[in-house]
C-alpha cells in the first residue's frame, strides 16, 4: 500500500495507472482541465457534488475519497491493484482465518441483497475495469441474485455508498466440470449454467467475485456468507473459486480449500504479480471446529 496526504497525489497515480492525461480525465469528468490541475496541486478541493462522478469513473472508494478531499486531509493508505485502503500499513493484509472464525457472529446492517437497478451496472462496470471481462454478464449476476438471493451481496459504508460485494453463482455439475478441467473460462458463464441450489444433488457454489475496500468490510461480507453456509441443511455443498487476489487466496487456503490448478503468472496493470488458482473445497470442518 501507499500512503496518500492529498486528493492531488491520488490522481495522479491513478492517471498515470490508467494512462490518461490531464485533459481526459477533464474530458471524461466534463470539467476544465485547469480544474483538475488546481485539484492536483492543492489549490481547490473537489465540490460535494463532484465526488459521486469521480467515484462512478474511477471506481475508487468513498470513503477513500472523502478522507483526501478535505481542508484538513485524513492520510490515508491505498492499493489499487487490491481497490483497498487502510488507514495504517498494519491493516494492509486480511488477519488470519481463525481470527474469522473467533468474530464469526459480529455483524453489520449495511450488507444487503442486490438491487436489480441501482447496483447492476456499477458491478457490470467493475467487472471490466477490474477483472477485464469485456462481455457483458449483467444477467448471469441478476439471475444468481433471484436463485440465490442471500449471497449476492452489497456492502455500503456508514453513509450508504458501494464499499464491496459477493457474486456467488450457483451452477450446474457439467459447468463445475469445464471451468475445474480447465475447458471453459469463467468470463464465459451464461444463463444456461446456473441452476437452481435444491436442483442440484450437490449444490456447487462458485465464488465469482468477492471483495471490499478494507479489512473490516471483507471480514463482514465473508462473515455473512460463513454463517450463511453453516445453517444450510444440505452441508454436502461444493464451493469453488479462482481468486486472482492473493489476499482471497491465502485466506481461501486457511478456510480449508484445495489447489486444483495454477494458471500462468502474470503482471496486472498495477505491477503486481497475478496467478489464478482453481480452488475448491467445503467450509464445514472449519466451522465446526
Known sequence: MRKYNDIGELFTDFRRINSMSQSDFAAALEVDIRTVQRWENGATLIKSEKEEDIVMLTLLPYQLIRNLNA??????????????????????????????????????????TLDHESDIDYLERYMQFHKKIKRNISEVIKE????????????????????????????????????????????????????????????IYFGFDITADCNDNIFYIAAHLMRILREKPDKDYLYCAIPFRYDNFHVNEELGLEIIWEGEKGVNQYGLEMAPRFQEGNFRDFLKK
Open 71 to 112: 481542508s484538513v486531509p485524513i492520510p490515508t493508505f491505498y492499493d489499487f491493484s487490491l481497490r483497498k485502503y487502510a488507514l495504517n500499513e498494519l491493516d494492509d493484509s486480511l488477519p488470519e482465518a481463525s481470527w474469522f472464525k473467533t468474530n464469526l457472529e459480529k455483524a453489520t446492517r449495511r450488507i444487503r
Open 144 to 203: 444468481s441474485t433471484r436463485l440465490l438471493p442471500e449471497m449476492n451481496l452489497i456492502i455500503t459504508d456508514d453513509s450508504g455508498y458501494y464499499s464491496g460485494h459477493s457474486l456467488i453463482f450457483p451452477i450446474k455439475e457439467k459447468t463445475y466440470e469445464r471451468i475445474r478441467s480447465r475447458d471453459m473460462d469463467e468470463s464465459e458463464l451464461t444463463l444456461d449454467d446456473l441452476i437452481h441450489p435444491k436442483q442440484i444433488k450437490r449444490p
